[in-house]
């Protein structure tokens, strides 16, 4: 499985941005797909994740209420809607995909990231 992220830029504080995965090289449909980011000198940090059905997703507690994962399985791509940004979210955020539940950077697959900015 091959992922592409793409959508990250440089917005201000309070507005939004939404990111997109695009997978390749089969169909993503029955994994797990997840958000994960790294900010300036910290450890990669869990964001979201969605199951395959799109049924079941769960958020880190500082994306809870302000982000939204979801997926398109017809288009093999899982979407990140981020709104009321801080410039805490600064950070390159990348999406994975598995075969198991995970909130742990265990992930089998990674995209290459995306750098997201927020500015004050």
């Known amino acids: 499985v091959q992922l592409q992220a793409s959508g990250g830029g440089l917005v201000q504080a309070g507005g939004s941005l939404r990111l997109s995965c695009a997978a390749s090289g089969r169909t993503v449909s029955s994994y797990v797909m997840a958000w994960f980011r790294r900010a300036p000198g910290k450890e990669r940090e869990f964001v979201a994740y969605?199951?395959?059905?799109?049924?079941?997703?769960d958020y880190s507690s500082s994306a809870k209420g302000r982000f939204t994962i979801s997926r398109d399985n017809a288009k093999n791509t899982v979407y990140l809607q981020m709104t009321r940004l801080r410039p805490a979210d600064t950070a390159v955020y990348y999406c994975a995909a598995d075969t198991r539940v995970l909130t742990k950077d265990d992930y089998n697959y990674w995209g290459q990231g995306t750098l997201v900015t927020v500015s004050s």
């Open positions: 969605i199951t395959g059905s799109g049924r079941g997703t």
